[in-house]
């Protein structure tokens, strides 16, 4: 591949596993012999705070951050996040959106409101995937895993194969957990939902 650098963003807010989810993806990435760059840009620290994480793979990559309107793939884990960084998308990128609500401490005090048919909006102007991945992840029986599933989902815009994902979430997530979180990748990645 000529170097075709792939831009991928993940958004949400703190405590939502963009983090690990971002390690998966640069693992991956590694694994399959990228040159890959990770930048991690936090808002407020705390829970409820923006979390953004910018990864490029490619032949050779030159620095991390992603501009605006060139991102191939915007991964969101909750809906506001999804909006607010939906511009960054080239034209023909695919945004997939958890289908969350995380009131932000604005919405919490009162001082704003929480935006209604965020994702009908997104789906006007962008090629969007959406899963309600905590419902998802209860059934599985442990709502920590909703990122797995939307990462399974949007792996399926990446170049490697269910196994190779499989392998990286293996070497990536705590011991215990890996049976787990290969089911919450598989459930995304095959639509079994």
Sequence with gaps: MANNTKNIMIVGVGGQGTLLTSRILGGITVEAGYDVKLSEVHGMAQRGGSVVTFVRYGEKVAEPIVEEGQADLLIAFEMLEAKRYAHFLKKDGVLVVNEQRIDPITVVTGAATYPEGIVEELE??????????????????????????????AAKHMDFSKEDWLKVIEKTVPPKTVEMNKKAFLLGFEGAY
Excluded: P, R, T
């Design 124 to 153: 006007k102007e962008y090629s969007v995937l959406k899963i309600n991945a905590m419902d998802e992840a209860l059934k599985l029986g442990n709502s920590k895993v909703f990122n797995i599933i939307v990462l399974g989902m």
